[in-house]
DNA sequence: ATCGCCATGTAATTTATATTACAGAAAAGC
DNA sequence: GCTTTTCTGTAATATAAATTACATGGCGAT
């Protein structure tokens, strides 16, 4: 028995049927991000990976199978990179804040991210499952990640914040905002530069006091 | 010749065709907002508008002929009601703004509103016209209205707002914000009760000087 | 080397749905 | 009332795609 049991983390060399899943999904997610899950056959999926239609069905079962396991690799990416984003610098935290916005901004901006949303509203009505595990893994760390900041802040005296997940949702509003539609309606980028995104945050600074 | 020329207004009781062409966009409407596009069949649509088929292609062609013509019937809409928010009762500007915010918060909750927005979403890959047509619709207009009142105020130096457009696309994003992606996940409705709208609401009025 | 497992490629099957065709029914115009 | 035009129901056609079946070939283990 070679099999592989549980919890066989040190590296081997992936198995071949290992590696055929990996591509599998990278097609599937590429072309489903590009066209959306309705337009992309399976056959298309598998003319671009390689491998047959047949190992396709042994390694998921059917096409929202695929969905799912597209869907469960990116939550397990969103869970190892946890958006580091906060270097202890010496900033003020008003700057921290607005290099925070920014880099948000920057990431919501990713033709990637913007194919997630996307395709997260498509088959939100189709799956719901799929929607909310998207949703989680793509908007609430960021508010989490937030509302932690804000509350250090508080409980430290830098800045009067009485509820920091309101205040981080408010900030986050502010950031993304009307991009989105904007950007989820596929018209031509026009998210914020870097000097609108300040004009933006002037009102939120002031408000609690962050200097 | 009967036939109605241009712009034959005075109401004459609708033709047997027009009831039908009303009928059908009627259903296509209703089950497109409510399944998507892809997922809702003319067989389904003609079965729940009465009708034929035949008489579906006949007057829009195709399926995506029947989908602008709803777009375009939604145009039509919006800009006969133009969104007669801004009733010049003695309230104070501040009062003025909390109210219209209210109001945009519930147009953009209301059932109808979030699954336009889904479809325009879903769609904005297969149709970018039909995607932009909604966008104008749906948005243009009330950053538009926003931005003439932000413009009137300063002018009349009620409030301290430079950049009357920048100010109104903020306003809505404060109003609208993260509450969009999450209802158009699916989700359960959690948008901003009255309470919270203000509260986000008081950063802006303080920095804009509105009283 | 050889046996058996598994992936592959191809093609059959099934289903769903857009689109077209047509014959009968109803309505509109005279 | 008669004729012509327009709608309706049904069914044919076409196409696309999901899903399944199967025969073949390669690769690893004994």
């Known amino acids: ?21 990996d591509a599998i999904l990278d097609a599937a997610e590429a072309l489903f991000l590009e066209q959306g899950y309705d337009r992309t056959s399976l056959a298309e999926i598998v003319k671009l990976s390689g491998g047959s239609l047949a190992t396709l069905y042994d390694l998921f079962g059917n096409k929202q199978g695929l969905l799912h396991a597209i869907a469960s690799r990116w939550g397990n990416e969103a869970r190892c990179q946890p958006a580091g984003c906060m270097a202890m610098a010496d900033l003020s935290n008003a700057e921290l804040l607005r290099g ?31 929607a909310l595990q998207i949703y989680r893994d793509l908007h609430i760390p960021a508010v989490e990640e937030l509302s932690a900041l804000f509350a ?22 502010i ?16 998210w914020l530069d870097a000097d609108q995104l300040d004009w933006r945050l002037q009102p939120f600074l002031s408000h609690f006091k962050i200097g």
Chains 1, 2 share one sequence.
Do not use: N
């Not at 901004?105 to 990637?112: E, G, I, T």
């Open 100 to 130: 925070y916005a920014h880099r948000q901004c920057d990431r919501m901006r990713s033709p990637r991210a913007v194919a997630l949303m996307r395709m997260l509203v498509s088959e939100s009505l189709r799956d719901r499952d799929f």
């Open 152 to 173: 250090e802040w508080a409980a430290a005296g830098e800045a009067e914040i009485d509820d920091p997940e309101a205040a981080a949702k408010l900030l986050l509003s």
């Open 1 to 21: 028995m070679v099999k592989s049991d549980l919890l066989e983390c040190p590296m081997e060399p992936p198995s071949l049927r290992e590696r055929r899943r």
């Open 175 to 190: 950031v993304i905002g009307d991009s989105m539609l904007h950007t989820l309606a596929g018209l031509e980028d026009e």
